[in-house]
């Protein structure tokens, strides 16, 4: 289990939080470094999730929040998400959440389409651990 070992399992807590920010780095070949570079569709896409005028992307990107249960985004065979630790042994069902989720969003409604939902609507999965 060595090779999991930065990673959780989803008994460890309920929810996991991200923002979208990560997602649009990428390194610099000649400097090395990680840098805000989105590309132009991107861009686009950004814009269409509707930032303030008065933000920039990269501020917007870090601030746009997503929430989902553990259980949900966790490897396993019944919700196609990949382990991406090059030694897993077990890809598509070792049982850990991936330390960099994917968020997919469905390119019609820009909504996530995989089980993360917009922050500003999570009340509810907060509301199921209460109740449940």
Known sequence: MG???DQYLPADFDIVVSSIG????RTDEQT????WAPAKEETEFLQKLNPSPEETLKDFAFQKMYVAKTQDIAVTKHNNVKCTRGKCRNKNNC???PNYPIINFDLKTNRPSNGWIPIEESLSLFEDFVSG
């Not at 090395?32 to 840098?35: A, L, P």
């Open 95 to 97: 049982g850990f959440i």
């Open 22 to 25: 990560n997602a649009f780095y």
């Open 32 to 35: 090395g470094q990680f840098e």
């Open 3 to 5: 090779i999991h070992n």
